[in-house]
Every structure is written in structure tokens, then in C-alpha cells.
């Protein structure tokens, strides 16, 4: 078998009973059968959670002594991985067992055993259905094959990779495919492509074309491939970290994570959206980015926990979940904030009859995204959750855009200099929104509020001439002339990105108690160039205004420096398939913070995926790698180390990798194809053969 260019002396056929043990011996090995777990028991960790739970949570499990120790770790095991934790339903758990339903349902027919045991069981339970599945029975002088399709957000995998199933000797069940270990051979039935993978390939492309035959060079779209035909290690490490992604070292982070989470409280019970109030501002800084301002307000003051202090004091302690998905649901990215603070007895006079609110940033490019907000008061063990829809607007050619109107209390200066790390400062101004849902008011008051006109960076019509603004107030209910107030906006005041922050204040005096909207509305020179945004709000006599106590966010000015905010910025990005953009964002993530993972890996994958080899190495240079970085990425890096001429140093990288993962089959494959380069024969056979045997005992999950 050829990999990588240089010969393994194992056997073709050897290998196979290799890769057919490894492939076949998930957690109910001999050495697991030894094992005197009852029956409920051994079912629950050889089979329910065999490639969802991590090697030292099993090791935990085998010591206990009783059921009742088992059924608490049992419990506790779950709630951990409930995606909304203190909550009485789990919705990971139900996921989970209906996904074994499903692959005993569908995957044992023709397997001569039990769906979860099978490749195609193991990768449903573990990831879920893909987006696409390609079936391929029955064609000209191929095995049957599937090709399952899947867009992917853990940061251990490829963001899209395939993975292929065939039947090795056209019947039983479908084994997972290795282009490098398998090669395109073992796709064709036909004896003119035994030890040829061109004529293989063209086998394949004659017989269901182009595409597949790509996908049986590499699972991992857009990877380049090499005109000499050698295979790349890609495809391995990305099939070794789905076989054992419990243990991936972002899995463990997360799950040790979580259950920090839990042993610090016994319960949490979580309350729906009736008792949390969310404001949302979409906002264009000074920079002429775009983010999302939010405020979180609880709908009574006793909601929060106020314990008094034997100093006199009062503390408060409140933890805030924000889950970004796109608007199909896939999660981007996930911001979680603890904030604790202490009140004075002369402050808290002056809050206690305020609802508590909390005020934060999330760094959102123009698109469409659904959050998941859990507000949580741990002193009282009790979280809020809502869910909202929020579009980010875009300013096109020949377009304004009001992206919202924001009703405040009062408005104060603040450091420009601090634009995009103060929630609702516009234009060096800090604004404290309103209780907005709904928004009440009395005729007593005046409705304050201030508003952005977005137009597209360096418009002539923003600059031109001035904008007409119309300020209306009516009922909706009722048929009558509403209040109109007309003025204008000097195009001066536009900034180079094109944006102006206006506002106004309207009387209510003389309104009738009711339903109300406020309409915004600007038109420019020409007729298509207008926007409008609207208000609700209700008047009611002698109801007094609200004014909520809130405090920030913490840490916004640690995260932009530290580079977070660029991170998840580039997450967004790159959610939309603006590849480009997204890159940009990850470098300037890694040049602030050379440990961050995500947009090393992120950024690795995409100048590897454009051959950019040069751009790999230069990101060695600035940032290195670091204890936690993925053995995909180490292996790109060392490919790419290869590709420029530096076999040497790509050695040098493995070897030191490889003393801190001595079990990482793919690194090792990796190190036997650096040393093959730099003519070290005896090591090149000798690291290969440690490779392939890791290869074969890893597809045990533990």
C-alpha cells in the first residue's frame, strides 16, 4: 500500500484484518466483558453512553461499589450534559437514546448485528443525522458505498467533512473508509485497480463521477490534493478524533466545565420567558462594526437575591448564558459571564423597589441568529430563560436601515475610545434603556428616545444633502390623524462609516390612556432611499415611570483585548460561509491571544484548505502551537512544514507533540512521512507501523 509515498511492509491484506478488528470493537470488548457490572449497568455504559462518555468518567463508574452510587453517578452524568441545566426535561438524554433507537432501527438489517455496534450506528449516535446523505448501490464495478454529508460545529472536527461507509466484500454491514489506509482500490471491484489508485480513481469517476472520487482521496472538502497522488493524513486524524470525540481535550474542558457548574449547586430550577425581559439594539460602532446591545431585565425586584452581609451590606451573584445559533439552529458560539458584586446599605435604598437588569455585547456581523438567554441568581439557585429571533441588518447601495429605536432614562458621556465595549453608547454617549416589554408610560413624561440611520460606508447620499426625519405617535386600534413631528439630519453628521445617532423627545401630555406606536421614519434625495423603524409603548394614568438598576457585563474590555470578541465575531462569519471575513477576524483573535484554540485551528484549516502552505508556516512563526492544540491541526501544520521545504522542523514539531500524545496514531503516521522525507528509512517503517497499530486499537472508544 502506498501512504504518503513510501512503502509499509505490513501486508495489504494484514492491514485490512487490522483495520476490520479496530473498526469492530467498540467498549463491549473481551476486557469489558470481564467486568461484573449488573445487567442494568453494563447496558448503560457498553452500550447507551459507550461514545459519549470520557475515559475517566468510565474509570469512576467501575469503582463504585453500589447501585446507589451508580444510579447518582448515573443522574449526575446527565444533568451535566443537560443542555439546559436545572431544568426537570433533558433534551441531549432524549437525543441520545432516540439516536440508538434509530441506528437499531435502521442499521442492524444486513449487519449480522445489533444498529448501535455498526460505523454508521457509532457516527449517528455520536453526531447526529447529517445534513446530506449520497447512496451509491449497485453502480458499474463499485462496492456499495454511502457518503454521509455532515456541517459541523465542535471545534475538534473539519467544519464540513464527509464520511464514507462501503460493504468491504459487497455484503454485511458498511465499515468506515480511509483514503490513505483503505486508498481508492478497496472501493473497486474490478482486478485492473489492485495496486492502482489512478486507475481506481477513474473506475470511480466513469461510475458516479467527479465528486465521489474526490471524496475517496480526502473526507474533508476543499482539501488540496496532491497531483502525485499521495494521500494526506487529514482524513485519518479527522476519523480518529469522531471515534473518540468524548475524550477530545474541548470535550473533557467542557464536561469538567459543567460539572463544576453542578457540584457548586444542588439544583436550579429555571423559570420560561415570563419572568425575563430582553431589549435588543442591533448597533454600528465607531469602527463601523456591527453588534448586538442587549439588556436583560427581571419582571420584579424580588426576583433577585439580595442577602444581607454582618457588615451591612447586601451581595448579589448572577451568572448569564447567551447560546448564538444561526437561524436554522446550529450553535456559533456561547458567552457565559459570572458577575458579583455588593451593595451598599444607602445604594440598596435606593434599588430595591427597581427590577434588576443586566447589560451586555455580542460581537454579530448583518445576518440572522437566534439566542438562548439563562439569567442565573445562584444565591436563591433559580435561572430565567428566553429565546429570541434578531436580524443584523446590512446597509446596501442606495439604502438607509434604522436597525431599532431605543426608549432611555437618561443618557451620559462616556470615552469614545471605549466604543464597542460599553453597552448602548452611541457615538460617545451611554444611554439606559426603558423597561421595554412593553414599554409603559404616563402622560406625566416625556417619551426620550435615540435611534441610529445606518448608510453604507462613504454614501454620497448620506453626505450630500440633509435627510427628512418624521416622528409619528398614534393608536393602532383607533382610525384618527396620529402626532407627526418633521425636522432634518445634517449630512455633516454622518460619520466616515456611515452612520448618525439622532434622537428625540416627544410629550404625551393630553394622550388618553391606550396602545401607542412610535414610527421613524427618513427618506433621502431619492425616492427608494428610506427606512423606518417603529416603538410600541402603552400611556396609563398615574403609573410611574420604571427605571431598572443594572450592571454591565463584565470582562468586555478583557475579551477585546484578549481577542475573544474577534473570535466569535470571526464564528459568525464563518457560520454565513463568509470565509474570508472570517478569516481576517481569527488572525487578529490569534495575534491577541496565541493560546486560543478555536482560531488557531479555524485558521490552520483554511489556508491549508486554499494550499496557503507558506501561510501555515508564517502562523507557526507568530503564534506556535500549544499543549491543547488538536493533533488535526499539528498535522496540517507539519504537512504544511513539508510543502515548503522543512521536513526538518516538521520532525521536530511531531516529536514533541508525540512525548506529551504517545497513544495519537495520525501523528505518528505524520512523523513516519517526515522522516521518509529527510531519508530516514528505519523510522519512517518503524513510525508507520506504530501508527497503524494505535489506528487499530483506538476505534474502542475506551
Not at 13 to 37: G, H, I, N, Q, Y
Not at 429 to 448: D, G, H, Y
Request: net charge negative.
Amino acid at each position: 500500500m502506498q501512504t504518503h509515498g513510501f512503502k509499509v511492509s505490513l501486508s495489504r491484506s494484514l492491514l485490512c484484518v487490522f483495520l476490520s478488528v479496530s473498526m469492530l470493537t467498540p467498549a463491549w470488548s473481551a476486557r469489558d466483558k470481564k467486568e461484573k457490572l449488573p445487567g442494568y449497568y453494563s447496558d448503560w455504559l457498553n452500550r447507551d453512553v459507550v461514545y459519549i462518555i470520557t475515559k475517566q468518567e468510565k474509570r469512576d463508574f467501575l469503582e463504585l461499589k453500589t447501585d446507589k452510587d451508580r444510579d447518582a453517578f448515573i443522574q449526575r452524568f446527565w444533568d451535566i450534559r443537560n443542555p439546559t441545566p436545572g431544568s426537570p426535561s433533558n433534551a441531549y438524554k432524549d437525543e441520545i437514546y432516540s439516536r440508538i433507537a434509530y441506528a437499531d432501527a435502521h442499521f442492524s438489517i444486513g449487519s449480522g448485528e445489533e444498529g448501535w455496534r455498526s460505523d454508521r450506528g457509532r457516527t449517528y449516535i455520536t453526531l447526529g443525522a447529517p445534513q446530506q446523505i449520497e447512496k451509491h448501490y449497485g453502480a458499474a464495478n463499485l462496492r456499495p458505498m454511502e457518503i454521509w454529508f455532515y456541517s459541523n460545529t465542535n471545534p475538534s472536527l473539519p467544519p464540513f467533512f464527509n464520511v464514507l461507509f462501503y460493504q468491504r466484500d459487497n455484503i454485511g454491514d458498511y465499515r468506515f473508509y480511509s483514503p490513505s489506509m483503505d486508498g481508492p482500490a478497496e472501493l473497486v471491484t474490478g482486478m485492473e485497480a489492485i495496486n492502482n489508485p489512478g486507475a481506481a480513481l477513474k473506475v470511480i469517476r466513469d461510475s458516479v463521477g467527479p465528486e465521489v472520487a474526490r471524496v475517496a482521496q480526502s473526507l474533508i472538502p476543499g482539501e488540496p490534493l496532491d497531483p502525485s497522488g499521495n494521500i494526506s493524513l487529514r482524513s485519518d486524524v479527522m476519523l480518529s478524533i469522531l471515534r473518540n470525540l468524548a475524550n477530545q481535550p474541548s470535550n473533557v474542558d467542557e464536561i469538567n466545565r459543567r460539572r463544576q457548574n453542578i457540584e457548586s449547586v444542588i439544583s436550579r430550577m429555571i423559570l420560561d420567558s415570563q419572568n425575563l425581559d430582553i431589549f435588543m439594539l442591533p448597533v454600528r460602532g465607531l469602527n463601523g462594526l456591527t453588534r448586538l446591545d442587549y439588556a436583560l431585565r427581571l419582571h420584579d425586584p424580588s426576583d433577585l437575591t439580595l442577602a444581607k452581609l454582618p457588615d451591612g451590606q447586601y451581595s448579589y451573584t448572577v451568572e448569564v448564558r447567551v447560546r448564538v445559533f444561526t437561524k436554522d439552529k446550529k450553535l456559533i458560539f456561547t458567552q457565559q459571564k459570572s458577575a458579583a458584586g455588593k451593595l451598599s446599605d444607602e445604594r440598596y435604598s435606593e434599588v430595591k423597589h427597581a427590577v434588576f437588569g443586566y447589560e451586555g455585547i455580542l460581537p454579530l456581523p448583518p445576518g440572522d441568529y437566534s439566542l438562548e438567554f439563562l439569567l442565573t441568581d445562584w444565591t436563591k439557585k433559580v435561572g430565567f430563560k428566553a429565546e429570541r429571533e434578531i436580524t443584523i441588518p446590512a446597509a446596501t447601495a442606495g439604502t438607509f436601515v434604522i436597525p431599532g429605536i431605543l426608549p432611555f432614562s437618561n443618557a451620559e458621556s462616556v470615552n469614545p475610545s471605549r466604543d464597542g465595549t460599553i453597552p448602548f453608547a452611541l457615538a460617545g454617549v451611554r444611554f439606559t434603556p426603558l423597561q421595554a416589554a412593553p414599554l409603559v408610560m404616563n402622560q406625566m413624561q416625556e417619551l426620550k428616545v435615540a435611534y441610529q440611520i445606518w448608510a453604507p460606508p462613504n454614501s454620497e447620499s448620506a453626505s450630500a444633502q440633509a435627510l427628512s426625519v418624521q416622528y409619528a405617535v398614534g393608536q393602532p386600534a383607533l382610525v384618527g390623524t396620529p402626532t407627526v413631528i418633521k425636522e432634518s439630519v445634517d449630512p455633516s453628521a454622518f460619520t466616515a462609516t456611515g452612520s448618525v445617532v439622532n434622537g428625540k423627545k416627544i410629550s404625551l401630555s393630553g394622550k388618553a390612556d391606550g396602545n401607542y406606536i412610535l414610527t421613524v421614519s427618513v427618506s433621502g434625495a431619492q425616492a427608494f432611499e428610506r427606512a423606518h423603524a417603529s416603538l410600541p409603548f402603552q400611556i396609563i394614568a398615574d403609573v410611574p415611570l420604571s427605571v431598572p438598576w443594572d450592571i454591565d457585563e463584565p470582562e468586555i474590555d478583557g475579551d477585546l483585548v484578549n481577542g475573544v470578541l474577534d473570535q466569535q465575531r470571526g464564528l459568525s462569519y464563518m457560520a454565513a460561509g463568509e470565509a474570508t471575513e472570517a478569516r481576517h477576524w481569527f488572525r487578529a483573535a490569534l495575534d491577541k491571544n496565541h493560546s486560543d484554540e478555536i482560531a488557531r485551528a479555524q485558521l490552520v484549516q483554511a489556508y491549508y484548505s486554499l494550499n496557503a502552505y507558506p501561510a501555515v508556516a508564517a502562523l507557526l512563526d507568530d503564534a506556535g502551537v500549544t499543549p491543547q492544540t488538536g493533533s488535526g491541526t499539528i498535522v496540517q501544520i507539519a504537512e504544511s512544514l513539508l510543502k515548503t521545504g522543512n521536513p526538518s522542523r516538521a520532525v521536530s514539531l511531531l516529536q514533541d507533540t508525540i512525548h506529551s500524545r504517545p497513544d495519537d496514531g495520525p501523528l505518528y503516521l505524520a512523523l513516519a512521512d517526515s522522516y521518509r522525507q529527510i531519508g530516514n528509512a528505519a523510522d519512517a517503517e518503524r513510525m508507520a507501523l506504530k501508527g497503524q497499530d494505535l489506528l487499530k486499537n483506538e476505534t474502542a472508544p475506551h
